[in-house]
């Protein structure tokens, strides 16, 4: 077969973007992980595409560190038109200063309608000093957009009360509007490796961190956290086996590990980790029950948890009644697939 | 040594009621708390002035300013019966005053207070969960910023703060003036002291001297009052669905515990 | 009638409800399990000015009046019957009573350590043949230069067994009974001839400790007399009246308590395919709880509003004690039907909460002492003077 013609067109896309100038376009600042670009920042370029495809403006995204000219491509291939770089050994490390006048400067020659942050250490440290300085507003831990294309407003929601319910506010006067959006809330995009482009390298003029790395924090304790009041707890009922996996399980959720009286009388938890109303009361986001039947008192230690997944080989144990997610099955075949998934 | 910390309400969450169905909030019981985390603030300032009293018990002064518009001193006098020397009521911020435009009023408050050495502030809000009046007032003021401490100790021209990294926590420092962030429920918050509380809400004795009334037209020009940010709307979590039951083989139905824990656990 | 708290009760309120929240209630079950006071508790209450809640600041209090203490045990009583025991015995007759009748040094040097929590208080009267006979109590006092010269034996005796400074009733004229012969004295627990004798094994309360007094030859100086010879029935009487305002108020937190945990529980429930909460006699006991409640509150605060503005209370304060103690035991009854077995089993609080009420109709002045109280104020406005 000829693939001639399909190779003249291939070529013909590898065009490179047009790297607009004269300003606006929705921008990302890409945050860099272990070498890589973070999952977050290619989910914020796909919305950033989204947004700009509405607004008819450009993506653009900015690398910051040390040897992440290599990543440029990456940018491009999630969506981007243009990306800048700044690769320079001042900026190696996060820190606040080195980054922040980077971007300023960026900013102030380039006047973007909309900047994305990951909603990471990075987006924390970064957004509202930009936001301040630039007087732009600032919406943190997004989790939607939408476009209110008459102003060129972005209307983002974010949680409340840990997700209770989530506002939907938006900067409508004044540019630019930052978001920091939230990992894993917003699709991934789709990477298109035909997709290519020059990044432009930007001048990096250093600038000493203000903010000092002194060394581990030898004997700090942080405050022991009630099991009433612990965030994600792993328990464990009498079809859990034995203790073995519950704890696997907690420790790969960072979570605490408790039971119900069952657990206790087969003597793998204490009595003050007993989870019913006789016992402790927990309100947790993540509560796994492992093996747990779930009686009428278990059940009501557990009502403010947030999300309940339940394993357990009877298919009308009670827990399943509870349960966000109920998995039928053995927890001791279950579960080792499960803490292997989760890595 | 002169802290400010920044303290604001909440209204507690165990008061309101979120009707997912008809997308309706209920606030059953109107009670209002202190941001925990601004608590926690407020406890780490203590705590600096309690160390550097044992040096030198007239140098160590604590300001309490308010995070946001409020419609009384309650939380002001809160703090001064907690401890704190002095604090300012702020009148006449726009009620729909944001960050943007409350870290301009409180750094406009802190240079009329004569400037200070640490500002210490709640790293996120319980409600919105917004981390940004901390480091939106750093800028503000020029002043470097440490966020999410766990721990703070300020001495003589340096603040040093324990905060968390991926592999455990570690020690950063940054010379004075600067602004710190503190992590919520990472610091025990003390009581108020009786006699102090007692005196604070009565209006009588020296403490209730301490709480000062300012106008924020005095501070900052009306211009920069407009706040940036409005409410558009209000979105509702899926209703809550039990007994949701995984199917497939046990692998698949890992795969889907996997990926609903994932999302909720790792961050 | 403005019937608001006024700021610095509302806050103060918070604060203790927050203490007791935090400090009491994870410890509640605990001291029950172990028969322990909870020192640890009232080292913390002293330090944030509790412990002297109703006293002036001049002597160390807090300032927050009869009000303050009984928004105190409101809020202790919510949540740690014991503790509120532990407390309302230390602040209300331990201290209050050298507050009333002490002299300008025996306040500086008594009251003030006592509220500022530095040192534990105890009220010492009852004897195994005077409980509510108060006045038939047989201790005897006798004069000795500058020294009374105590004998005699103390049963039921509260915090006696760990205070600093108990204030003690004996007899001074056995010829005279309740009209001059009895007389009022402080005592420091380091006083040679006095020892804690038995503890008694209750059936509830048992973070508080009763205990057996013995003085035996106990020396005690003239100057530490409170009040005047021969005018320690007065005394008691005086201290008694205020403090079974306070007691109610922990009986008020105690109920409150009950029906927060039984409306909680039939909220959560189901049986028959429906929560409790849509059966109508739940609904029921949960009205007639909740009324009781406010009731009793609308009459302790009242009360307390009559004590700080100087107003005679003493037979209203007996109503507080007489109902406020049955409406705790009738609410707590109830809320342990609404739970049915579960209120049953020791792991649960109710049941504790049902064994530590039981006492507050006995102590402090018996149900049949305040009706006593009562009725005889009620009859003496009639010309009727009648005894106990």
Redesign the interface.
């Known amino acids: 077969m000829d693939t001639s013609y399909l190779d003249l067109l291939m070529a013909q896309q590898e065009e490179v973007a047009e790297e607009a100038t004269g300003g606006g376009g929705v921008w990302v600042v890409a945050d860099v992980a272990d070498g890589a670009v973070a999952s977050v920042t290619l989910e914020a370029i796909g919305t950033a595409r989204t947004l700009a495809d509405s607004l008819g403006a450009y993506v653009y995204g900015v690398l910051l560190g040390e040897g992440i000219t290599d990543l440029a491509p990456t940018l491009y291939q999630a969506g981007a038109d243009g990306v800048r770089v700044a690769d320079h050994p001042a900026l190696a490390q996060l820190a606040l200063e080195p980054y922040q006048k980077v971007l300023a400067d960026l900013f102030e020659a380039e006047q973007p309608e909309v900047v994305i942050f990951g909603a990471t250490a990075q987006g924390q440290e970064l957004a509202p000093r930009l936001a301040q300085a630039l007087g732009g507003g600032l919406i943190e831990h997004v989790t939607a957009v939408s476009l209110d294309e008459s102003t060129r407003t972005v209307q983002a929601a974010f949680p409340i009360y840990g997700g209770e319910y989530f506002e939907i506010v938006a900067c409508p006067e004044a540019r630019p509007q930052f978001l920091t959006i939230e990992p894993d809330a917003f699709p991934a995009p789709f990477i298109d490796s035909y997709r290519k482009g020059e990044p432009t390298l930007l001048d990096v003029e250093p600038v000493a961190p203000s903010v000092r790395v002194v060394g581990e924090a030898e004997g700090f304790e942080p405050p022991v956290v009630?099991l009433a009041q612990a965030p994600v707890i792993v328990a464990a009922g009498r079809q859990a086996g034995d203790l073995e996996l519950v704890k696997q399980l907690a420790t790969a959720l960072d979570g605490r590990v408790a039971g119900d009286r069952g657990a206790r009388d087969a003597g793998w938890i204490e009595a003050e980790q007993i989870v019913?109303?006789?016992?402790v009361t927990v309100a947790p986001e993540v509560y796994v029950a492992v093996g747990i039947r779930g009686d009428?008192?278990h059940n009501?230690a557990i009502?403010e948890a947030q999300f309940i997944l339940a394993i357990h080989p009877d298919p009308d144990a009670p827990i399943f009644e509870m349960a966000d997610l109920c998995l039928e099955a053995e927890p001791q075949e279950i579960v080792p697939v499960l803490l292997e998934l989760l890595g | 040594m002169r802290v400010v910390v920044i303290l604001g309400r909440v209204l507690d969450p165990g008061g309101i009621t979120v009707n997912r169905r008809v997308g309706r909030i209920f606030i059953n019981r109107e009670k209002y708390i202190l941001q925990p985390a601004d608590r926690c603030a407020l406890e780490a300032a203590l705590r600096i002035k309690d160390s550097a009293d044992c040096s030198n018990p007239t140098d160590a002064e604590v300001i309490a300013l308010p995070r946001g518009p409020l419609p009384d001193d309650?939380v002001l006098?809160?703090a001064l019966?907690t401890g704190a020397d002095r604090a300012v009521y702020l009148v006449g911020s726009p009620a729909q005053a944001d960050d943007a435009v409350m870290a301009r009023v409180l750094a406009a408050t802190v240079e009329q207070l004569g400037g200070a050495d640490l500002v210490l502030t709640g790293a996120t809000t319980l409600d919105t969960g917004q981390s940004q009046l901390g480091p939106r007032l750093a800028e503000a003021l020029g002043w470097p910023q440490i966020v999410d401490a766990w721990a703070v100790r300020a001495a003589g021209e340096r603040v040093e703060v324990v905060c968390q990294n991926k592999t455990g926590y570690v020690i950063h420092d940054a010379d004075l003036p600067a602004v710190v962030t503190v992590t919520p429920g990472s610091l025990k918050p003390r009581?108020?002291?009786?006699?102090r509380?007692?005196?604070?809400?009565?209006g009588v004795g020296e403490i209730a001297a301490a709480l000062e009334q300012w106008e924020v037209a005095d501070l900052v020009d009306a211009e920069f009052l407009k706040p940036l940010l409005e409410q558009r709307g209000r979105d509702f979590p899926p209703m809550r669905e039990r007994g949701a039951r995984a199917s497939g083989t046990v692998d698949e139905m890992a795969q889907a515990a996997a990926d609903a824990l994932y999302r909720r656990v790792s961050r | 009638m403005d019937f608001t708290f006024?700021?610095?009760h509302?806050?103060?309120r918070r604060?203790i409800r927050?203490?007791a929240e935090n400090e009491m209630a994870?410890l509640a079950m605990e001291l029950d399990r172990e028969k322990r006071v909870p020192f640890e508790t009232l080292k913390k209450m002293a330090k944030?000015?509790?412990l002297?809640?109703c006293f002036p600041?001049e002597y160390g209090g807090?300032?927050?009046g009869e009000t303050?203490y009984c928004i105190l045990m409101e809020e202790l009583g919510r949540v740690c019957t014991s503790t509120a025991v532990n407390v309302g015995t230390h602040i209300g007759i331990g201290a209050t009573v050298i507050y009333l009748d002490g002299n300008e040094a025996q306040r500086k040097k008594y009251l003030t350590p006592l509220a500022r929590g530095e040192k534990i208080g105890a009220f010492v009267l009852t004897e195994s043949d005077a409980g509510s006979d108060a006045a038939a109590i047989r201790t005897r006092a006798v004069r000795d230069g500058d020294h009374w010269i105590l004998n005699g034996t103390k049963t039921f005796n509260t915090n006696g067994s760990y205070a600093d400074i108990l204030t003690a009733m004996a007899v001074t004229d056995p010829t005279l009974g309740a009209r001059g012969g009895i007389t009022a004295f402080i005592i420091e627990s380091d006083m040679p001839g006095f020892t804690v004798g038995t503890h008694e094994n209750k059936m509830g309360i048992l973070g508080s400790a009763t205990a057996e007094l013995v003085f035996e030859d106990m020396r005690v100086p003239h100057e530490n007399v409170l009040g005047k010879v021969g005018e320690g029935f007065i005394s008691f009487m005086k201290t008694l009246d205020m403090g079974r305002l306070t007691l109610s108020a922990a009986a008020l937190g105690g109920a409150e308590m009950a029906l927060e945990m039984a409306v909680r529980w039939a909220k959560?429930?189901?049986q028959f395919g429906v929560e409790l909460a849509h059966k109508q006699s739940v609904q029921w006991m949960i009205a007639d709880m909740a009324t009781e409640i406010e009731a009793l509150r609308s009459l302790i605060y009242r009360v307390a509003w009559m004590v700080d503005t100087g107003q005679p209370f003493s037979q209203l304060a007996a109503m507080c004690k007489v109902y406020g103690s049955e409406i705790a035991s009738r609410a707590i009854d109830m809320a342990l039907q609404i739970h049915g077995g579960?209120g049953f089993?020791r792991?649960?609080p109710i049941e504790r909460a049902f064994r530590d009420a039981r006492i507050s109709e006995i102590f402090e002045g018996t149900s049949e002492i305040q009706r006593f109280v009562i009725a005889s104020n009620i009859f003496r406005e009639h010309g009727v003077r009648i005894r106990p």
Do not use: C, H
């Open positions: 009630p019913d109303v006789r016992g009428t008192f009501a009502e | 309650d006098r809160q019966a009581y108020p002291d009786g006699v509380l007692v005196n604070v809400y009565k | 006024s700021p610095e509302v806050a103060l604060m927050e203490f994870p944030i000015g509790l002297g809640v600041q807090m300032g927050a303050g959560t429930r189901k579960l089993t792991d649960f």
